[in-house]
């Protein structure tokens, strides 16, 4: 049995560790031109305390030209007063009072479809408020997606973590995206299927947009990453991930409570279903944790070809998490503690569903959803 269980967490952990190196091999950081002129679009709920330095970053922009328009969807504490005030002394900022929210809609997907609406330039580049751009970054995108004929480009931004929790978990994100998404599939084949992005930093060209129905085509979904490139491909479009940690960096969630609660509002729209979680977690589980279990229990026993086997799929997983590391700069605790890591992420993802099994509600920013 130890042994046929280590079999099985070297095969995954080769999975892993192939997929993730050829993965990083072929993404790139976007290198073209600014050709069209940008819109900078900014959903803000209560976020006085980013909505300064974000604006500060997004007119910072140069090679391209830039209008930020930003949207204070019902804040309380006074983001509105900031945004109006710049607004006031740079005519490159509008505001956008964020209507009531309609029944059946997320609150930044209706607030991103405002935005939308206001925006006066052809290239949409949609940014969290907690998205801190490179000057260059919007000339960079959108000339991407013009050398490359795309339609929508989207990456992760540098992720900054400050937190142990931050620093072990945040870097999962990018073990399920880089380890089990093959991107030269995905560039080969228009399969909406194949079709993923990250909602912090995502520019889309306005026809296409419009083309896929913008975000009222999913309203009432809250993983506007994976669901806005699948449906600008469903609409004949072309979209690409590219390594945005050069360009933009953003602190997703502070602490511990922050990162489970964010964790799971997007859970089942992701892993969290009845019939992608068993498979995650074979994944993820027999892949990234196995192994070292095995190891340990391999060593106990003096079970020779077992510990030879799982110290191989050991390595594999460490080699490629240090290979991820090293290039998209992320702490070296996330290495070391690889495996809670994937463990607090799966645990997240079975809460979640048993949530939402029993009608549980998720909040965020002060609403809650359907779980």
């Not at 989207?154 to 380890?179: C, D, M, Y």
């Not at 702490?331 to 809460?351: K, N, Y």
């Amino acid at each position: 049995m130890l042994l046929a269980l280590s079999i099985l967490g070297l095969a995954l952990a080769a999975l892993f560790a192939v997929m993730c190196l050829v993965n990083l091999s072929v993404l790139r950081p976007p290198e073209g031109a600014g050709e069209a002129a940008v819109s900078i679009l900014i959903p803000a709920r209560d976020e006085a305390e980013n909505i300064g330095p974000a604006l500060d970053a997004a007119l910072a922009q140069r090679g391209v030209s830039v209008e930020v328009v930003v949207l204070d969807d019902g804040s309380s504490d006074g983001t509105d007063e900031i945004v109006a005030e710049r607004a006031e002394a740079d005519p490159r900022v509008r505001l956008v009072r964020g209507a009531v929210l309609p029944k059946g809609w997320i609150g930044k997907t209706h607030a991103c479809w405002q935005l939308s609406r206001a925006a006066r330039h052809p290239v949409l580049l949609f940014v969290d408020a907690d998205v801190r751009l490179a000057p260059d970054a919007a000339a960079r995108m959108s000339g991407e997606m013009a050398r490359q004929g795309l339609d929508l480009i989207s990456g992760f931004p540098g992720q900054v973590t400050r937190t142990w929790a931050e620093k072990i978990v945040i870097p999962q994100i990018f073990t399920t995206l880089l380890g089990y998404l093959p991107l030269p599939m995905a560039r080969a084949r228009p399969d909406p299927a194949f079709g993923a992005g990250c909602g912090q930093l995502m520019a889309v060209r306005r026809r296409a947009y419009g083309a896929a129905g913008g975000h009222a085509a999913f309203a009432s979904r809250m993983h506007d990453g994976l669901e806005l490139p699948r449906r600008v491909r469903a609409s004949g479009g072309r979209t690409d991930l590219c390594d945005a940690t050069p360009i933009a960096t953003c602190r997703m969630y502070d602490g511990a409570g922050a990162v489970w609660q964010g964790f799971s509002k997007n859970a089942t729209e992701g892993m969290a279903t009845k019939r992608a979680l068993p498979v995650w977690t074979l994944l993820l589980f027999g892949g990234h944790v196995l192994p070292f279990l095995t190891l340990a229990v391999a060593l106990i026993w003096g079970a020779a070809w077992s510990a030879v086997l799982s110290g191989l799929a050991c390595a594999l997983v460490l080699g490629a998490r240090v290979a991820m590391a090293v290039r998209l700069r992320q702490s070296w605790l996330s290495v070391a503690a690889h495996p809670l890591g994937v463990l607090v992420v799966l645990a997240i993802q079975w809460v979640a569903l048993w949530n939402g099994a029993r009608g549980r509600r998720a909040g965020w920013r002060g609403r809650d959803y359907p779980a």
